[in-house]
């Protein structure tokens, strides 16, 4: 098959690389505003340049991966769609979630595949936890946490323009604890603070924040954010039934040290960023979509998907703001 590639930045060029390697994808058409970038992939991957996202899908694409910046997200998802093109787009689908409803009515009722980008859905250790509460071998759930903690925050401007933790980092805790229970979010509360980077403080973000989920079967769900961990870049989960528990990220090149006597657990060098952690989960998103192009399986993650997990961004947002419980059919109707 032949995919075109919109957008060649640090992700985007991760992705050209991942497709080029794969045996279902015989060529590649790439295009990003900067030129050279579109070049140096071309130069390296074999592909061909398009000048435009229009050339791309004009060049005979039988599939389109958007990695372009978040602005070009809803556009660039609807004109693959009306061109009868599968397209996988990093999350968010928009920078809104107004703008996020807007893309799904603007592609309802079309038989086009759109799979957005949350990657964790395809890593080892969250497919296994999945199938684990599934199989029913837990027993019934009561508590699940998840956990993600960044080593460092992002630059000024990238906070001034992420619409806030809970929607550009929590995001992802909010999509894997449905994903992998089964379960939908009925009620939230959230509290942050801000220990560090005092300019996030000034963007009116918490650089640290806590969430309690309600799931619909009476799971409680806790959700623990920093933008502030020295030791490395830190993801896991923990899930708890009656009959088992089971974690995800409990592995040696967990960020966390033990001051237990005699204890060497974790032994390995920290993850320290969150392309060493993922990547084998974004190269099977990659191959999950042209499976998805190929016709074989249905998309693994829907704006529908997408835009669950974005309400439960803007519930949070709403409470942490107002320091108070907020439901999921409160910001639905706002």
């Keep these: 098959m032949r ?8 992700i985007g060029a991760f992705h050209a690389e991942t497709l080029s390697g794969l045996d279902a994808v ?37 599939g389109v991966v958007v990695a ?3 602005d070009a997200h809803p556009e660039l998802i609807v004109a693959c769609v009306e061109a009868g093109v599968p397209v996988f787009c990093e ?61 460092a925050p992002p630059p000024a401007a990238y906070i001034a323009a992420s619409g806030g933790i809970f929607r550009d980092c929590s995001v992802h805790d909010f999509d ?21 980077a005092e300019y ?14 309600t799931l619909d079967d009476g799971t409680l769900a806790v959700v623990s954010n920093s933008r502030h961990n020295a030791r490395g870049y830190d993801v896991r989960m923990e899930i708890h039934g009656f009959t088992d528990s089971i974690a995800v990220g409990l592995e040696d090149k967990l960020p966390l040290r033990s001051v237990e006597p005699g204890v060497t657990f974790p ?13 084998d989960a974004y190269r099977a998103e990659l191959h999950a979509f042209t499976e998805v192009v190929a016709g074989s ?36 109707r706002a």
């Design 3 to 10: 995919i075109g590639i919109l957008g060649l930045g640090r």
């Design 26 to 62: 015989e060529s590649l058409v790439v295009s990003d505003p900067f030129a050279d970038a579109a070049k140096a992939a071309a130069e390296r991957f074999g592909a061909q340049v398009a000048d435009s996202p229009e050339a791309v899908l004009a060049a005979g694409v039988d």
């Design 68 to 70: 372009a910046a978040t």
């Design 91 to 151: 999350k968010p689908v928009a920078r809104t979630i107004a703008e996020g409803v807007e893309v799904l009515k603007a592609v309802a009722g079309r038989d086009v595949p759109v799979q957005i980008g949350f990657n964790r859905r395809f890593d080892a250790g969250f497919v296994a936890a999945r199938a684990a509460v599934r199989s029913g071998e837990l027993g019934t759930l009561h508590t699940v946490r998840s956990t993600t903690l960044d080593p």
């Design 176 to 196: 894997i604890i449905r994903w992998v229970t089964g379960c939908e979010v009925t009620e939230v509360y959230a509290a942050g603070g801000n220990r560090g």
């Design 200 to 213: 996030i403080k000034e963007a009116g973000d918490a650089d640290t924040t806590g969430a309690v989920l």
């Design 267 to 279: 032994a390995g060098v920290p993850h320290d960023f969150f392309m060493d952690r993922f990547t």
């Design 297 to 332: 399986r249905p998309s693994p993650c829907t704006i529908e998907d997408a835009l669950e997990a974005g309400w439960i961004a803007e519930a949070c947002t709403l409470s942490l703001h107002e320091h108070r419980p907020v439901t999921l059919e409160e910001v639905r």
